[in-house]
């Protein structure tokens, strides 16, 4: 059952940790601050104007959810009413890409009846510089995790000689939906994300990106198919 199922709550930036680790805010560079806003601000919009409202504001038009299978997250919020309450999430760490164009939260919920788990969010740098999430996913865990004395944030190696802009070539460009499979990459290919469901609903998430000269996979999340 993913985050998104289980509803969502605000975390207030008063009540969140201070960021560990961020680069100068620019176009072009990794801004993990800025990632970390988005999440607190998803966050706050859910509580105030309702979750779905907040799922569909802040997602791209192109956004997945895992239900268990893969679906388009407009396509699948379209009519659904707003829960009368959600739970409540707070990130714990940011991954980002060199140019910043692509970022993964990871952190905590906890939900009614002493419910909590996990959840992870790959995040994409839009046209005017601002953040929308275009993959949801997470699972309830037996034990709570702990929360962190701060948010930890890494940023991935920049390929060699680079200046702050990608490649003209590049561009990030939407699959079509496949229900079984999804993923993609930063502009510059220094974080990229992968997911893989079987036709039992588990699933596997992926997510690697470039330090010390090489990919290094700083998520592999597994997850085991619904029980009936």
């Not at 999430?89 to 140019?99: F, K, P, T």
């Not at 309830?140 to 990608?166: F, S």
Request: glycine fraction near 8%.
């Amino acid at each position: 059952m993913t985050r998104a199922l289980l509803g969502l709550a605000a975390l207030s930036l008063t009540m969140s940790p201070t960021l560990a680790s961020a680069r100068e805010p620019a176009r072009g560079y990794a801004n993990p601050s800025a990632v970390v806003a988005a999440e607190i601000a998803f966050a706050k919009m859910a509580q105030e104007k309702g979750q779905w409202t907040a799922f569909r504001a802040t997602a791209s038009k192109d956004a997945v959810m895992f239900v268990p299978q893969i679906v388009a997250t407009q396509d699948w919020l379209k009519g659904k009413a707003d829960p009368a309450k959600a739970v409540a999430w707070q990130v714990h760490q940011v991954w980002s890409s060199c140019d910043g164009s692509l970022a993964v939260t990871r952190g905590a919920w906890q939900g009614e009846g002493g419910t909590s788990g996990y959840f992870t969010t790959v995040w994409q740098r839009q046209k005017d510089g601002k953040y929308k999430w275009i993959a949801d996913q997470g699972e309830p865990l037996p034990m709570a995790l702990d929360a962190p004395e701060m948010i930890v944030a890494k940023v991935a190696d920049c390929p060699p000689g680079y200046r702050g802009k990608p490649p003209r070539q590049a561009k990030m460009v939407a699959a079509p939906l496949d229900p079984a499979r999804r993923g993609g990459k930063s502009l510059d290919g220094t974080l990229t994300w992968d997911a893989a469901v079987a036709t039992d609903g588990a699933r596997r998430f992926v997510v690697t990106m470039a330090s010390g000269g090489q990919p290094v996979t700083v998520q592999d999340l597994q997850v085991e198919a619904p029980t009936k």
